[in-house]
């Protein structure tokens, strides 16, 4: 599927550190719509390996905020023809997307989020709890008398699911088809800088394999971000927290829609496989690392057995975890940065999957053009300075 | 089950624990550049490394110092910070 190149060459126009999803839909994007082919994507593991293959695979656009919104809604809209375009199934499936709202505070932001998306052209409507429950008959709406009972939800229609590997692959297939080169096993070392009076450039990076000289690099990482902002001088608000997941063993088909609950700290989809994939809130404190506890997989049951009690048969099959980039506002981290010719696409916390196309196709931009893409401004690098924040807490699958 | 020692109320499983985030010196709002006072408010050093961190046992109330290593996740030692203040952690 991919070509194996024995040796780097010892210069690129481009490098993109991390052959995730984000990093090889640039380098698509790229060398379709830009005509840059001289490009190096480097991955200290292998494709797809991060958080790309980590993540539990959901597409939504209902977001909170203005920049939010437009930003999701062109992802949404890349997403529905990249089968075509790769000529690979991705297996994306439309699903309709619940989030239960349990009390009167939930149902308020449900409304505003609703609103917000219309304005925009999404579809996205607050429903009541007999739309719920004629919708998915199996949940218990009461929740067990354990809890506050789902009171509604925000229903958007356009949310999905696809198969994650699938789309680094796509990705990775094209990008190399069109002559760009993508090395695995390849951990960069550092970043050289040089400083002519107008601030520092980049001219060069260090790797494992030998040093390339390049002038664009793009940081695609999540997880090690910290680490590579370190190695050009920068500081940023992003700190890292594990995220887990897990699946069930495989079912007949019977959830068709995607469901979240803030207030239970659970999101469920039943996959094209069968299984249910499951996640909930971030582990409470930072961790570098992947690891998966007992903590996680007994929370996360016993919340979606609230909902869903006659799962209480249903074994687990898999459990893990991926490094989650948090940022403050909830927002990404992209563009231009104040080191010139580095790049970046980070701060993808828990949100990111459902970005990959829209990621590739405005970084991409911004790298060939030096200039930030118009729907990615609401995310700059100087935005803290500003203090001019993209509040996207309330669109937040759970509570994190 | 994961274990964090209270200072105060010995080893505890970790769910009764919150995070408080790493010890950091404020500085002086009155003297500190827009930089320097937006750095302090924003930015977090989260490269893998061993950190003083503020951890609290929920339980008691009891707020305490751990130095811990986020990328082992082993906690080297725990104590109160009162009776560190002056010396080192």
Known sequence: ?400 | MKILTCPINGPRPITEFAYGGELREMPDPARATDAEWTDYVFNRNSVPSTKCEWWCHTSSGVWFIAVRDTASDVTLRTFLYARSAGGAP
């Open chain 1, 1 to 400: 599927m991919f070509t194996r190149h024995e040796r780097l060459k010892s210069a690129y126009d481009v490098v993109i550190i991390g052959a995730g999803g984000h990093g090889l839909a640039a380098a698509y994007y790229l060398a379709r719509d830009h005509g840059m082919t001289d490009v190096a994507v480097l991955d200290q593991s292998y494709i797809g390996g991060g958080n790309t293959g980590r993540n539990t695979t959901i597409i939504r656009s209902n977001y909170l905020t203005p920049d939010g919104v437009k930003f999701y809604d062109e992802s949404v809209r890349l997403w529905r023809d990249l089968s075509q375009d790769f000529d690979l199934n991705l297996f994306y499936s439309t699903r309709g997307h619940f989030t239960l709202a349990h009390t009167d505070s939930a149902m308020r932001t449900m409304r505003w989020r609703a609103e917000v998306n219309k304005h925009f052209g999404v579809q996205s409507e607050a429903v009541d709890a007999k739309t719920v429950a004629e919708a998915i008959p199996m949940m218990d709406l009461s929740c067990g008398g354990h809890g506050p009972p789902v009171l509604g939800a925000l229903y958007h229609a356009p949310g999905a699911i696809a198969r994650h590997d699938a789309v680094a692959w796509g990705y990775g297939r094209g990008a190399d088809r069109r002559g760009v080169e993508i090395h695995q096993e390849t951990q960069l070392l550092g970043v050289e800088l040089e400083d002519h009076g107008s601030g520092p450039a980049v001219v060069g990076v260090r790797t494992n394999r030998g040093r390339i000289a390049t002038r664009k690099l793009l940081c695609a990482v999540a997880g090690s971000t910290p680490g590579v902002l370190a190695m050009v001088g920068l500081r940023s608000p992003i700190h890292i927290h594990p995220l887990q997941a897990m699946v069930s063993e495989p079912l007949k088909p019977w959830l068709d829609p995607i469901i979240v609950s803030g207030s239970l700290h659970i999101y469920v989809s039943q996959s094209a496989r069968g299984e249910l994939v499951m996640g909930a809130s971030l582990d409470p404190y930072e961790l570098h690392s992947t690891r998966s506890t007992l903590d996680f997989a007994e929370s996360l049951s016993a919340h979606l057995l609230e909902l869903f009690p006659f799962l209480s048969d249903v074994r687990i099959v898999r459990q893990w975890a991926g490094m989650a980039d948090m940022t403050p506002d909830f927002a990404p981290i992209m563009g231009k940065t104040p080191v010139q010719g580095f790049y970046l696409d980070s701060g993808w916390g828990t949100w990111g999957f459902k970005a990959t196309p829209v990621c590739g196709k405005t970084m991409s931009y911004t790298v060939a053009n030096d200039q930030d893409h118009p729907l990615i401004r609401g995310f700059a690098f100087d935005r803290f300075a500003h203090y001019a924040l993209t509040g996207e807490k309330g669109a937040a699958s759970v509570g994190h």
